[in-house]
């Protein structure tokens, strides 16, 4: 079945991103600044679970985590005027990165290593794909994730700025990309 695409005005963008990065921080500012609906799909997991991820890793395993990421992600990108986070080993499915990239646009929130690990104290606990590594296999997950991150509309480093002015410039790029397309 052949699905309707959205004009470019309508396509809901998505956030992807590195653990911590600030996607739920900045893709919420962009949803209320441009007064669209703001999904996160690591809440709307938990929401139906009634428990953190970490919980829903440990309960149910990483799997049946991943079929639900795939099942809301397929849902919310293909309808129209949302801003969407995504967890950050979402891409990794190429159902939800082909969905993403053909119904939405997407945005790379990107970050350094140097600056990234100034926030790791502040993640360890809560994000389960971090537990029980050693620097050196946290670092290589950052390394592969790159890989996966490579494919999007946008990219924008984020190690410098804060969530405000990233937020801003986001609008306005899409704006002029609005523009261009009208
Ligand atoms: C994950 C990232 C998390 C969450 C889950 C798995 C990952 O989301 O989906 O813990 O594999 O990178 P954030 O990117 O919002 O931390």
């Known amino acids: ?18 653990m911590g990065v600030g996607k739920t921080t900045i893709a919420k500012l962009v949803a209320s600044k441009l007064y669209r609906d703001f999904i996160d799909i690591d809440e709307e997991i938990e929401k139906e679970f009634g ?5 829903i890793f440990n309960k149910y395993g990483e799997t049946f985590f991943r079929e639900k990421e795939k099942e809301y992600v397929l849902h919310y990108c293909k309808q129209p005027l949302k801003v969407i986070s995504l967890g950050g080993g979402a891409f990794l499915q190429d159902e939800i990165k082909d969905a993403c990239l053909k119904h939405s646009i997407v945005i790379y929130l990107d970050i350094s290593w140097e600056a ?4 790791l104290h502040l993640l360890i606990d809560s994000r389960p794909v971090l537990q029980n590594k050693s620097p050196d296999e946290i670092k290589d997950l950052f390394d592969s994730r790159k890989t996966i991150y490579e494919q999007h509309d946008s990219k924008l480093l984020t190690d410098h700025s804060d969530p405000e002015e990233i937020s801003d410039y986001i609008i306005e790029s899409m704006k002029l990309a609005w523009e261009l397309h009208s």
């Not at 079945?1 to 590195?18: D, P």
């Not at 428990?51 to 919980?55: A, E, G, L, R, V």
């Open 1 to 18: 079945m052949t699905e309707k695409l959205h004009s470019i005005r309508e396509k809901s963008i998505v956030f992807i991103g590195f």
């Open 51 to 55: 428990m953190p991820t970490t919980d």
């Open 116 to 119: 990234w690990k100034e926030r």
